[in-house]
């Protein structure tokens, strides 16, 4: 990525939909309704030959007060200041107004390059707020539709040059720079023992972690803290988060992508459009995600919506941890950590021995704890058993307790192998896979839990029919007439 450029404007001028154009994908929210974007969202961009870092940000709006617009400017102020680039971008239809005065005079002054663009601008009513653009003092604007993808070769015009000065800065810094490059890549321990997967996570290939819960639950504050900066906004309005934003980090020296959620409501509660997007862009990141985070309130803790939550990263077959959060304003922890966890086990059975943390999002208290968790539940969630161990272990479930026997057929389990890790998923070979009972799968993914240290991560266990008839029985034996005729001895002719 040769230099980032941060997309600002007035609030519905239609960023977040050249954001989309640019980086080739709808991740960022788009509705007719202005103030959509409330978080600082970065894609990687193209356009042409070029690549580089994409910012989607917040409506610039003329509040400075701890409001929820005023806090929205200044995370939008911070990405001008992170930005190599600005993308101002105007309503060609409405014109100039005073906010675009405004800014563009506070762009001036904090950003090395700006370049104007009047979006909108199909058709002859533009006409006029593109002229009247020219007043805004940034040079002559770019006639802009993101919408429907014209003007973009102006654009690139606009920032080839200025890509140019950057490339050439980088080129000059690399040169002064020694790569130690690691060339060994068999992942191996001083004794020659695989590293367990945690271990082996890259720059390039990070832990892909999602952070889901009710709304104010105190994820984008939690996530904060974690990076140690401020880059989601954050405040006692519940529901403020929208998008699902990624981050990419250090914790603790582990590479990780972390998604923050949009807090998810009862579906019934869920009325608003802009409410639905923003769920359904939350349950995509969950998809996407190795190990999703349940967090939930202290004091409210596993209402039907967590359980809901909860389930669902499970269903989705992902390595879940469980933080209970505002744990610093909790008075009886004792009484509380030991009615949760019997809550826990209770409500949750299919995540039985799943990682139950609390912490504090705004003082950081249980943070190590929560990362050794999401660390062990990720190794678990990649643990591989030998074919040799499972059918030993599977002899010794049989003896200790056989399967029912339907309708006096008696099910025979052959064998049994892994088939796949991220989650564990487990075939076995039997007779009559459809009589036999779910409650005694249960038990084995119970025991398969125990027996060989998964605790909480989702198993996927597949009883699979096999052919009890030989199939040779109706062949004849290659060979078998040409014998008979040579022990019966000569023809009578």
Known sequence: MSFTLAIVGRPNVGKSTLFNRLVGKKLALVDDQPGVTRDLREGEARLADLRFTAIDTAGLEDATDDSLEGRMRRLTERAVDMADICLFMIDARTGVTPTDMIFAEILRKRSAHVIL????????????????????????????SAEHGEGLNDLYTHLMPIADQFTKRAEEAG?????????????EGEEGEELPPSQRIT??????????????????????????????????????????????????GIPMRIFDTA?????????????????????????????????????????????????????????????????????????????LKESFERLLPQLRG????????????????????????????????????????????????????????????????????RPPGF??????????????????VNGLRIDFDMPGTPIRLHMRGQNDKNPYKSRKKPGTSRLRKHLKGPSAD
């Open 354 to 421: 799943a990682p139950l943390i609390t912490v504090s999002a705004k003082t950081g208290r249980g943070l190590e704890r929560l990362n050794d968790a999401i660390l062990r539940a990720y190794d678990v969630w990649n643990r591989r058993i030998t074919t040799a161990q499972l059918n030993r272990w599977l002899t010794g479930m049989l003896e200790q307790h056989p399967p029912p026997a339907p309708q006096g057929k008696r099910i025979k389990l052959r064998y049994m192998t892994q088939a796949k890790t």
């Open 117 to 144: 663009a009047a979006n909108k601008g199909e058709g002859a009513a533009a006409d006029a707020g593109v002229i009247e653009a020219w007043s805004l003092g940034l040079g002559e604007p770019i006639r802009l």
């Open 263 to 339: 807090g998810m409501r009862k579906k019934a509660k869920v009325q608003n459009k802009l409410e639905k997007l923003s769920v359904s862009d939350g349950l995509r990141a969950v998809k996407f995600a190795e190990v999703v985070v349940v967090l939930l309130d202290a004091a409210i803790p596993f209402e039907q919506q967590d359980l809901r939550i909860a389930d669902l990263a499970e269903r989705e077959g992902r390595a879940v941890v469980v933080a209970v959060n505002k744990w610093d304003i909790e008075d009886e922890k004792q009484d509380k950590l030991r009615d």
């Open 427 to 444: 075939v076995v070979m039997c007779s009559h896979p459809d009589k036999l009972a779910a409650s005694y799968s249960r038990y084995l």
């Open 203 to 252: 720059a390039k290939r990070p832990l892909q972690i999602a952070v889901v819960g009710r709304p104010n639950a105190g994820k984008s504050t939690l996530i904060n803290k974690i990076i140690g900066e401020d880059r989601l906004l954050t405040g006692p309005e519940a529901g403020i988060t929208r998008d699902a934003i990624s981050l990419r980090t250090e914790w603790s």
């Open 175 to 187: 040169d002064a720079i020694e790569i130690d490059v690691d060339l060994d890549e068999d992942h």
